[in-house]
């Protein structure tokens, strides 16, 4: 793996500062760089390119920043056929592969193929003619001017149930973690092929969580009565206005995002150390 691409969160990492050093590292390992920016002090060390042109160039992408930027470049870089290796400089970091510390000592291990490359489950989220995907979840929420809304929940297109709630979440396995856990939402192994459907602050008293195969489809409409704003959220990031005949259908993908993984820890590891679980 010679062909490296880096994306920054320039507000983890102020002018680039530790970015400039693992080009620089790469560069003398005699790496092909690929980067987005143009950092005149180091311009001979690398190639400025797009941010397709780095996803469909690279070998593996190096991601310097917490889980939000993992999350912002999933749009772009699920065509492509390239792994990532996330470096956290935020605060959880779940979706990263180590802490800035050992970021050499890591890319050392890349470079003499000792790592390993998993997996990990999308989201396909259709509504209106357009495909979006989802690491982490995908969510129909009220508006922040709104009442509750009042969901239909289909499974495999038969009536489940009808949520009267703040929203409902769909999340993958890896996405468990995140705000499917701070809703309620069940804890999946990452290896586990299913599905979590949780309703947010449901007005019904029973109301719980439901895992589902990952062969299964969901869909949400609204309710007939339904007049108040509500929008669609995938991973957090993009937000889409949603009307009254709006049908949204969520399923697993069929493509995968690939994360290199240089660490021994195991899944449970993990929980421990991010303080998910005591």
Same mark, same amino acid.
Request: proline share 2%; hydrophobic share 40%; aromatic share 12%.
């Given at each position: 793996?010679?062909?490296?691409?880096?994306?920054?969160?320039?507000?983890?990492?102020?002018?680039?500062?530790? %970015?400039?050093?693992?080009?620089?590292?790469?560069?003398?390992?005699?790496?092909?760089?690929?980067?987005?920016?143009?950092?005149?002090?180091?311009?001979?060390?690398?190639?400025?390119?797009?941010?397709?042109?780095?996803?469909?160039?690279?070998?593996?992408?190096?991601?310097?920043?917490?889980?939000?930027?993992?999350?912002?470049?999933?749009?772009?870089?699920?065509?492509?056929?390239?792994?990532?290796?996330?470096?956290? #400089?935020?605060?959880?970091?779940?979706?990263?592969?180590?802490?800035?510390?050992? %970021?050499?000592?890591?890319?050392?291990?890349?470079?003499?193929?000792?790592?390993?490359?998993?997996?990990?489950?999308? #989201?396909?989220?259709?509504?209106?003619?357009?495909?979006?995907?989802?690491?982490?979840?995908?969510?129909?929420?009220?508006?922040?001017?709104?009442?509750?809304?009042?969901?239909?929940?289909?499974?495999?297109?038969?009536?489940?149930? %009808?949520?009267?709630?703040?929203?409902?979440?769909?999340?993958?396995?890896?996405?468990?973690?995140?705000?499917?856990?701070?809703?309620?939402?069940?804890?999946?192994?990452?290896?586990?092929?299913?599905?979590?459907?949780?309703?947010?602050?449901?007005?019904?008293?029973?109301?719980?969580?439901?895992?589902?195969?990952?062969?299964?489809?969901?869909?949400?409409?609204?309710?007939?009565?339904?007049?108040?704003?509500? #929008?669609?959220?995938?991973?957090?990031?993009?937000?889409?206005?949603?009307?009254?005949?709006?049908?949204?259908?969520?399923?697993?993908?069929?493509?995968?995002?690939?994360?290199?993984?240089?660490?021994?820890?195991?899944?449970?590891?993990? #929980?421990?150390?991010?303080?998910?679980?005591?």
């Amino acid at each position: 793996m010679k062909k490296i691409g880096i994306f920054t969160n320039e507000l983890k990492d102020k002018n680039f500062l530790f %970015t400039k050093e693992i080009i620089k590292w790469l560069y003398n390992k005699n790496c092909e760089v690929f980067f987005n920016k143009e950092l005149d002090d180091i311009k001979s060390f690398y190639k400025v390119y797009s941010i397709k042109e780095i996803c469909k160039n690279s070998d593996f992408i190096i991601i310097l920043g917490g889980d939000g930027t993992v999350l912002k470049l999933i749009q772009d870089i699920v065509n492509f056929d390239c792994a990532i290796f996330g470096i956290n #400089l935020g605060t959880l970091g779940y979706l990263t592969d180590i802490e800035k510390n050992d %970021t050499f000592i890591s890319l050392d291990k890349i470079l003499n193929n000792k790592f390993n490359i998993e997996e990990k489950m999308l #989201l396909n989220i259709y509504l209106n003619n357009y495909n979006y995907f989802a690491l982490n979840e995908a969510g129909v929420f009220r508006d922040s001017d709104s009442t509750v809304v009042k969901l239909n929940v289909q499974i495999n297109f038969e009536n489940f149930d %009808t949520y009267k709630a703040d929203g409902v979440i769909i999340s993958t396995p890896i996405g468990s973690t995140a705000y499917n856990l701070s809703a309620g939402g069940p804890i999946l192994s990452p290896d586990s092929s299913c599905l979590s459907v949780t309703p947010i602050c449901a007005h019904k008293f029973g109301v719980r969580p439901l895992i589902i195969s990952d062969k299964e489809i969901v869909t949400i409409t609204f309710e007939e009565s339904f007049t108040e704003k509500a #929008l669609l959220v995938i991973d957090g990031n993009k937000k889409i206005l949603l009307h009254k005949n709006d049908c949204i259908t969520i399923k697993k993908h069929n493509k995968y995002i690939k994360m290199i993984k240089t660490n021994d820890l195991s899944f449970y590891d993990l #929980l421990r150390k991010k303080q998910i679980i005591y």
